[in-house]
């Protein structure tokens, strides 16, 4: 199969590393703040961006390779850009950008719909809205094409949202903001002249299955006459974040992700630290409270500026010893007082049952979102208490297969081939057969 170069975008080399519509999923006209009450509603009229034909969606699945796994595509596809309303981690009232994939032509018929969450984006101007977006088309291929509607965020203080931050892994503000688009998608269905059966699927990419578990848990939990929650699929996703912080070596990607989640917790919480200089060295304390996520760098330049380590080829371990100070990381690894542990805790994804039919997915090799650590440890758990929805699959053969020299991974660390292949294996190598899995278990509950 040739390199599916099209996900190349989504994560650098660098990197290393809900009230709406009822049930029926009917498209009823519009909902705008001012119509009524909760969130999910329209905030301005949904507009159609795009039109893509299925020539179109073939030709670039064609050319990218990713038509191997996607198949052809079935049915044309609408590409809607949403704003709605949502609320905050403290209940601040607020909004949210992001796209609603519509089948058309052939397809033109109530359709499943799946809430997709996206991974972690360094970009504060990025928008799924976008049909050029390779995270956007990867969708398109695998699910809208194919006969799914498709709803993704753009994620509070993202692209049209106001919110001053990203409570990044914040998984109560994640899922009300996931299922908040599905709500704004039942409202918005009508633009493109489609109409959604009222099956729910949630399912999203490394920070994003953290996000749609929490969606997914919220839904079945909190509101389970709104949604008909028929399957979940999470993939890559980090559920154990406070075990992940008592490991002594750093994951690929360390200085982008840590920084991103320290600050967050302490936007949310305000108990991380009291001085920024006990937690960070100069000169990145000086401005790291508000550099992510970035109005102009992405990942690269993030640290080709120097704004963040990693210009000269530093180890993962490298780059979170220039970041952080000693005694701070000493602690949140032995203190199981520590606040940042604690909030991490908080925000783990272990201890409930989900009751429809839950993949988790992930590749052994991942550097950045290691299975041991995250998608391991939850199938235990779940395991433990008895709870037989989830299963997991693990992608690892075929990445290796398609993208090892000689079929299996690099194993010198000082070799090309091994920043390339690991380097690649998380943001570009594992998503799309991580989709692969998850559309299969939709395909059997549409």
């Known amino acids: 199969m040739k390199r599916l170069h099209l996900l190349s975008a989504i994560l650098t080399a660098s990197l290393l590393a809900a ?11 519009f909902a705008f703040i001012g119509s009524g009450s909760g969130t999910g509603l329209l905030k301005e009229p949904p507009v159609i961006v795009a039109s893509l034909s299925t020539a179109q969606i073939d030709a670039g699945t064609a050319q990218s390779g990713l038509q191997a796994l996607s198949g052809k595509a079935r049915c044309d596809v609408n590409v809607v850009s949403l704003n709605y309303s949502t609320v905050g981690p403290k209940g601040e009232v607020t909004n949210a950008s992001g796209v609603l994939l519509m089948p058309a032509g052939a397809c033109a018929n109530a359709a499943p719909l799946v809430a997709y969450a996206k991974g972690t984006d360094v970009q504060k101007p990025r928008t799924l809205a976008n049909p050029q977006d390779p995270e956007t088309f990867l969708l398109t291929a695998m699910y809208a094409a194919q006969g799914y509607a498709v709803v993704a965020t753009d994620y509070l203080g993202y692209a049209k949202s106001t919110f001053p931050y990203h409570p990044y892994l914040h998984a109560d503000s994640e899922a009300r903001t996931v299922l ?3 709500r704004a998608a039942r409202a918005a269905v009508a633009t493109p002249g489609g109409s959604l059966s009222g099956k ?13 578990m929490a969606a997914h848990r919220a839904a079945e939990r909190d509101n389970p006459l709104e949604f008909n929650v028929v399957a979940g699929a999470h993939l890559a996703g980090p559920y154990n974040l406070s075990g992940s912080f008592k490991l002594t070596q750093a994951t690929a990607g360390y200085q982008f992700f840590v920084p991103f989640i320290v600050n967050s917790y302490q936007k949310v919480y305000g108990d991380v630290y009291t001085d920024v200089n006990t937690v960070y060295k100069q000169p990145y304390a000086g401005y790291i409270e508000n550099l992510l996520p970035s109005p102009t760098l992405n990942y690269t330049t993030l ?10 080829g530093e180890t993962p371990n490298q780059a979170r010893d220039a970041l952080f100070q ?3 990381l000493a602690d949140v690894q032995t203190n199981p007082n520590n606040a940042l542990f604690l909030d991490a805790k908080k925000n783990d994804l272990l201890g409930w049952s989900p009751r429809a039919k839950t993949l988790l997915c992930g590749g052994a090799g991942d ?6 650590v995250h998608m391991v440890p939850a199938k235990a758990d779940f395991d433990e208490r008895g709870v037989t929805t989830v299963t997991t699959v693990d992608v690892d053969a075929q990445i290796q297969a398609t993208y090892g ?3 299996k991974a690099p194993t010198d660390p000082s070799t090309a081939a091994y920043a390339t292949y690991f380097g690649a294996y998380h943001g570009t190598y594992e998503p799309p057969f991580c989709h692969v899995r998850a559309r299969a278990l939709f395909d059997t509950v549409k």
Not at 19 to 29: K, N, P, T
Not at 367 to 372: H, L
């Open 326 to 328: 000693e005694a701070f």
């Open 180 to 182: 908040d688009s599905v």
């Open 19 to 29: 009230c709406g519509g009822g049930g029926d999923g009917g498209g009823g006209g």
């Open 200 to 212: 729910v699927m949630f399912t999203g990419y490394s920070q994003g299955g953290h996000s749609s």
């Open 367 to 372: 550097p950045t979102v290691p299975p041991a």
């Open 303 to 312: 640290v080709t500026s120097g704004s963040l380590p990693g210009a000269n």
């Open 405 to 407: 020299p000689g079929g």
